[in-house]
């Protein structure tokens, strides 16, 4: 199948606007991915200070989580740091060990959005559900039955397999980074008398909030989108969200979803950018533009 239609830079900007919007930064990246471990290791602090602050903490450290990988899915695309080899290390060793495997996967999500060929099409195909049946992922999510059907469960069917002799490099690549960078982290934290913050602060989150956040990302940006969608502006929703959105659930502009899909060649933070010419051109009118994820969910599972 052809390839889903493409946006045109030229048809929505002028030549200084897109020349702006474009532009790689040689700081701005690093500095989200500093300001992400940042917040991390802060709401670690304030937990360890205040532990009645933990469920809160729990929250912010499984959503920088999350920031983590959009900041490797810019790093993806080229675009956390001019310099192709800084930008594959940063998004690599400070973001995600996946970015090797995901970059030709994520790149082929783009060129066949919503098409048959798109390898992401089954996340947005059951929708519409139930309440029911929406509640019921949810909590599977937030009691860490996602995390262990999705990370666990397949890394003790691998190292298994690797034990056993049938496929000794099934333990490699990202499992050997996930254990060692875990081991490394409960190692730091339990020489410093922290050892529970590794389990309460970065393992909880890890298999809790993150699997839930990154739920409502998924059904967010493409649930209900029609399938092999001929016009560029409706291959994607955004959804506009408040702080606390992105305090707890949209890091890093990652709600602009439909102007990403649009201008892959934009980073993150000029996405914003990018919505408020749109804006003030009238295009959003035509996009798929929804007020807030509670809008989305109520789309998803109306009844």
Same mark, same amino acid.
């Given at each position: 199948m052809a390839a889903a239609p493409r946006a045109r830079p030229e048809d929505h900007f002028t030549p200084d606007q897109w020349r702006r919007l474009s532009a790689k930064s040689p700081w701005r990246g690093l500095w989200l991915v500093a300001h992400c471990w940042g917040a991390i290791g802060l709401a670690m602090l304030v937990g360890a200070r205040w532990p009645w602050l933990i469920p809160l903490c729990v929250m912010v450290v499984g959503t920088r989580q999350l920031g983590l990988a959009i900041l490797m899915h810019d790093a993806a695309h080229g675009l956390l740091h001019p310099n192709r080899a800084v930008n594959d290390w940063v998004g690599h060793w400070l973001c995600a060990p996946t970015l090797k495997a995901y970059r030709p996967y994520h790149l082929q999500h783009h060129r066949y959005v919503q098409q048959a060929e798109d390898p992401d099409l089954v996340l947005s195909a059951p929708f519409p559900i139930s309440r029911t049946s929406l509640r019921r992922k949810m909590w599977r999510d937030l009691s860490g039955q996602t995390f262990y059907k999705q990370r666990i469960q397949p890394f003790l069917q691998r190292s298994s397999k690797a034990a056993g002799g049938d496929g000794a490099s099934a333990f490699a690549g990202h499992d050997r980074h996930f254990v060692i960078a875990n081991a490394l982290g409960f190692a730091v934290l339990a020489a410093a008398g922290w050892w529970w913050l590794w389990l309460l602060l970065w393992l909880l989150?890890? =298999?809790?909030? $993150?699997? $839930?956040?990154?739920? $409502?990302?998924?059904? =967010?940006?493409? =649930? $209900?989108?029609?399938v092999d969608q001929p016009d560029p502006l409706r291959q994607a929703r955004t959804t506009r969200a408040g702080w606390l959105e992105r305090a707890l659930i949209a890091p890093y502009w990652v709600n602009f979803h439909s102007e990403h899909h649009l201008f892959t060649q934009l980073p993150c933070w000029q996405l914003p950018k990018a919505h408020a010419l749109l804006q003030a051109a009238g295009t959003t009118a035509r996009m798929e533009v929804q007020p807030g994820y509670l809008a989305v969910m109520r789309l998803a599972a109306p009844h």
């Amino acid at each position: 199948m052809a390839a889903a239609p493409r946006a045109r830079p030229e048809d929505h900007f002028t030549p200084d606007q897109w020349r702006r919007l474009s532009a790689k930064s040689p700081w701005r990246g690093l500095w989200l991915v500093a300001h992400c471990w940042g917040a991390i290791g802060l709401a670690m602090l304030v937990g360890a200070r205040w532990p009645w602050l933990i469920p809160l903490c729990v929250m912010v450290v499984g959503t920088r989580q999350l920031g983590l990988a959009i900041l490797m899915h810019d790093a993806a695309h080229g675009l956390l740091h001019p310099n192709r080899a800084v930008n594959d290390w940063v998004g690599h060793w400070l973001c995600a060990p996946t970015l090797k495997a995901y970059r030709p996967y994520h790149l082929q999500h783009h060129r066949y959005v919503q098409q048959a060929e798109d390898p992401d099409l089954v996340l947005s195909a059951p929708f519409p559900i139930s309440r029911t049946s929406l509640r019921r992922k949810m909590w599977r999510d937030l009691s860490g039955q996602t995390f262990y059907k999705q990370r666990i469960q397949p890394f003790l069917q691998r190292s298994s397999k690797a034990a056993g002799g049938d496929g000794a490099s099934a333990f490699a690549g990202h499992d050997r980074h996930f254990v060692i960078a875990n081991a490394l982290g409960f190692a730091v934290l339990a020489a410093a008398g922290w050892w529970w913050l590794w389990l309460l602060l970065w393992l909880l989150p890890m =298999a809790t909030w $993150l699997p $839930l956040v990154t739920r $409502l990302r998924n059904i =967010a940006e493409h =649930a $209900l989108v029609p399938v092999d969608q001929p016009d560029p502006l409706r291959q994607a929703r955004t959804t506009r969200a408040g702080w606390l959105e992105r305090a707890l659930i949209a890091p890093y502009w990652v709600n602009f979803h439909s102007e990403h899909h649009l201008f892959t060649q934009l980073p993150c933070w000029q996405l914003p950018k990018a919505h408020a010419l749109l804006q003030a051109a009238g295009t959003t009118a035509r996009m798929e533009v929804q007020p807030g994820y509670l809008a989305v969910m109520r789309l998803a599972a109306p009844h």
